[in-house]
């Protein structure tokens, strides 16, 4: 039996910080990369009798979230404790949600390979999140500045087929938070954290496999490299008689492998119950309706409305509008020189390119978008041609100066002048007249070397469109 | 009805370690709490919503303001172990 008789089930559950100033139950701070223990209060260190107070902020934010991954919101939710001891989780329990989760029944759409593919959402639930705990060995050392920061747990449904389509779900989800401006989304820091669930089966099977969870990935290029091992694992494991074992398991992006994770012998019991300290969460119509007219146009419309609008291709559209400064920048260049098509390629190809090489993000691009915009006008006004826009944008990058200072300075017109450009194809005609018969012979590969003769007398300022034609007459004889 | 070992279940999620003498005392004490559980089971609730909370307050939130953080010192300040400002507990993994 091959790998291809074998069909993967992934689902997610993405955890993101949201991105209040305080905690979800108390008044300390959220910052990331406080001095150690700095950032705590009564409530998040559990101690006895302190009361959690919710944060209207965390809840006008999960809504929000909720209302882009077009989930129903639940008008009247409850907070649930849910049990177990871990020495970062100093109440003795995590206050969470769990038989009625403020948002549910959603669903997200995302483009890949020419496919809209679409994952539903479970349910996305408010909880705290726990401390941070750093393992020396001989014994472990706790800081609770995280304690208390408040989540959004997103479920989504088993959907996903491959490594490839959840790591492109998990970057749309992503780039809906950061839309929102409600989690910052940084996988390195654990400000967005993805745990993925992976089982096989035989394909056409009903049934799911037994799944495992992969946790302790950084980045998307390892929930993808994370999610294929382990669908090899399993499928290996299956072929040769032996069978899945529900468990978690860690990935080690060093050896791109993943571990079982070495856990404690009793099953989890959470023993869930409602928190009596705090009230039911109540989201009236109007609030709701007040949240609903406040969000901002998603990746996805954005991308169908700019197909629409400004004619560019699917794909280019989608890679556009992942990043809202990008999509931005894009609309900037495009209305500014009222070529969107010649916007797009400049973009997706040139400064991606640069940007992604100087790792950088659109908001730091030397470039800004006036300037691509005026570089585009260059060319189309036949001022300079495509090539030498390429050195010229190059320039721009390193200097950060405007494309119509460095064409003046570096004395870079394209020559569009006819008789000029015919001076020059008599210039190189008659210094290769050997050629020139051999062309006429039938070897007319040599066109491109008249063209690069031509090019080179022309310093490069030749319209090379205008070369081709006039050369193209000039060697007809 | 519950038996020895829901009994043992639950101390080891308690983390706690419970003699046969206690468990015993405590077979029979928890025996008297579920029993009074069925018999509050009996009552009809039909048509009546859960109670969350017996407050008649609808909502209670903070804004989103950072106040009364506590410095490390302070904060540490009843940790029995501790290494710089943060707290020492026995190895976890």
């Known amino acids: 039996m091959s790998s291809s008789d074998w069909e993967a089930v992934i689902g997610l559950e993405i955890h993101a910080q949201l991105l209040t100033q305080s905690k979800m139950f108390s008044p300390d701070s959220t910052e990331f990369g406080s001095g150690d223990n700095s950032n705590t209060h009564p409530v998040s260190l559990g101690l006895p009798g302190a009361l959690p107070v919710l944060n209207k902020k965390a809840v006008e934010y999960s809504i929000k979230t909720g209302l882009a991954l077009n989930c129903k919101i639940r008008q009247n939710s409850i907070f649930a404790r849910k049990n177990y001891f871990y020495p970062d989780l100093p109440k003795g329990y995590q206050i969470s949600q769990y038989d009625q989760p403020l948002c549910e029944e959603g669903w997200v759409e995302y483009f890949l390979e020419g496919e809209t593919k679409r994952v539903r959402i479970e349910r996305a639930h408010m909880e705290e999140d726990a401390g941070k705990s750093l393992h020396r060995g001989e014994y472990t050392l706790i800081n609770l500045n995280r304690a208390g920061v408040p989540l959004l747990e997103i479920v989504s449904g088993p959907d996903m087929r491959s490594a490839q389509e959840a790591a492109e779900y998990a970057r749309t989800v992503r780039s809906i938070l950061l839309y929102l401006g409600v989690c910052d989304g940084n996988l390195e820091e654990g400000s967005m954290r993805c745990d993925c669930n992976v089982s096989v089966r035989k394909k056409g099977a009903d049934r799911l496999g037994t799944k495992v969870e992969l946790k302790n990935i950084n980045s998307f290029r390892f929930i993808e490299k994370a ?21 978690t398991r860690l990935y080690d992006s060093v050896k791109n492998k993943t571990f079982p994770m070495r856990s404690k012998e009793e099953a989890h019991d959470y023993r869930y119950f409602p928190d009596p300290d705090l009230l039911s969460v109540v989201v009236e119509t109007a609030w709701l309706e007040e949240i609903k007219s406040s969000l901002p146009e998603l990746p996805l419309a954005k991308a169908q409305r700019f197909v629409r609008e400004y004619q560019i291709p699917e794909y280019d559209s989608s890679v556009l509008t992942q990043d809202k400064a990008l999509a931005n920048y894009f609309e900037q260049v495009a209305e500014a020189c009222g070529n969107p098509k010649a916007a797009s390629n400049w973009i997706m190809v040139e400064l991606l390119r640069e940007l992604n090489e100087a790792k950088k993000t659109v908001v730091e691009s030397p470039i800004p978008s006036a300037h691509l915009a005026e570089l585009i006008g260059l060319i189309d006004k036949k001022t300079i041609s495509g090539k030498m826009a390429k050195t010229v944008f190059a320039e721009m990058w390193k200097t950060g100066r405007a494309p119509g200072e460095i064409v003046k300075e570096q004395a870079l017109v394209q020559i569009t002048d006819d008789s000029a450009i015919e001076n020059l194809v008599n210039q190189v005609i008659a210094a290769n007249l050997e050629q020139v018969e051999a062309y006429r012979a039938g070897k007319t590969k040599l066109f491109g070397f008249f063209v690069g003769q031509i090019m080179k007398a022309s310093k490069g300022q030749a319209s090379p469109e205008m070369v081709n034609k006039i050369l193209t007459e000039k060697l007809k004889g | 009805m519950i038996n020895e070992q829901d009994l043992e279940k639950v101390a080891v999620l308690a983390r706690l370690s419970v ?75």
Not at chain 2, 66 to 81: D, H, I
């Open chain 1, 227 to 247: 999610i294929e091992y382990e669908i090899q694992r399993q499928i290996d494991c299956l072929e040769s008689g032996e069978s899945i074992f529900q468990e």
């Open chain 2, 19 to 93: 003699s046969p003498e206690e468990s015993q005392t405590y077979l029979k004490q928890m025996s008297a709490i579920l029993d009074y559980f069925d018999q509050v089971s009996e009552v009809k609730t039909e048509g009546v919503d859960p109670l969350v909370t017996p407050t008649q307050i609808e909502e209670f939130w903070r804004e989103d303001e950072v106040r009364e953080t506590l410095e490390a010192e302070k904060a540490l300040a009843n940790a029995p172990e501790k290494v710089g400002h943060l707290f020492k507990v026995p190895p976890v993994v």
